[in-house]
């Protein structure tokens, strides 16, 4: 079992930056992979960014290229998303991925204004 706990969401106006958090426990050996995905209302859940162990293998939306950067700290077994330049469309329920896709989190909300 691999418990995500994400953290860090909030209101934000257009152009500012949010730091999402996401620690895991339990048996952290399911966390090769990790990623965000988000779910904005009334739309399908989307793949943001996803970051392998070592941390040098990333990749991201292409809407959020050049915006957002994907990090983790194993030794904490925490990856976090660093979200810069924030647009209103970037508003959605943000969820914290392990495992491929096995294990996600509760979310946290992110709410961009205009």
């Known amino acids: 079992q691999v418990q995500l706990v994400e953290s860090g969401g909030g209101l934000v106006q257009a152009g500012g930056s949010l730091r999402l958090s996401c620690a895991a426990s339990?048996?952290?050996?399911?966390?090769?992979?990790m990623g965000w995905y988000r779910q904005a209302p009334g739309k399908e859940r989307e793949f943001v960014a996803g970051i392998a162990w070592s941390g040098v293998s990333t990749s991201y939306a292409d809407s959020v290229k050049g915006r957002f950067a994907i990090s983790r700290d194993n030794a904490k077994n925490t990856v976090y998303l660093q979200m810069n330049s924030l647009k209103p469309e970037d508003t959605a329920i943000y969820y914290c991925?392990?495992?491929?896709?096995?294990?996600w989190g509760q979310g946290t909300q992110v709410t961009v204004s205009s």
């Open positions: 339990g048996r952290t050996f399911s966390t090769i992979v």
């Open positions: 991925t392990a495992g491929g896709g096995d294990y």
